[in-house]
């Protein structure tokens, strides 16, 4: 259960204040993004700090992707296009049981679209947009240059 939005996190931490929060809240207000990704865009937040907001967030731990070695045979499981469309990437996988890094954990849709795709039942990590970006392209790419060899 979600006790707290991201914003009022940030805010608690210092990692914004009250006038850069109001502004990110009248832009989506306006434009309906993420609070995380506005915020990002404005300049006042790293993508790591939304990241370690998130996971205090939703209780789901942090997995900066850089360090982690990814399987290229997971790649098979997630189409490309889904994977990019909603900001993940599968890492592990033992028996039905499927890790993803998710950008937005709280996408249930994406995570049932997941478990229906894989028939896994899906445990979430939180990382950044642009780890997940950059593990997409670079296992993606791997997987295909493996299966045309």
Known sequence: IITKRIGEILLERG???????????????????????????????????????????????????????????????IPETTAKQYCLIAIDRIGNALTLAMADPSNVQAIEEIELLTKCVVQTFV???????????????RASNNTSA
Request: net charge negative; hydrophobic share 35%.
């Open 15 to 77: 990692v914004i204040n009250y006038k850069e929060l109001e502004k990110a809240l009248a832009h989506q207000k306006e434009h309906g993004e993420l609070m995380g990704q506005i915020l990002i865009q404005h300049g006042a937040v790293t993508e790591d700090e939304v990241a370690l907001a998130l996971t205090a967030q939703y209780g789901f731990p942090y997995l900066p992707l850089s360090k982690y070695e990814i399987d290229t045979e997971l790649t098979a499981l």
């Open 127 to 141: 990382s950044t947009p642009t780890d997940i970006t950059t593990a997409i392209d670079k296992y993606y790419k």
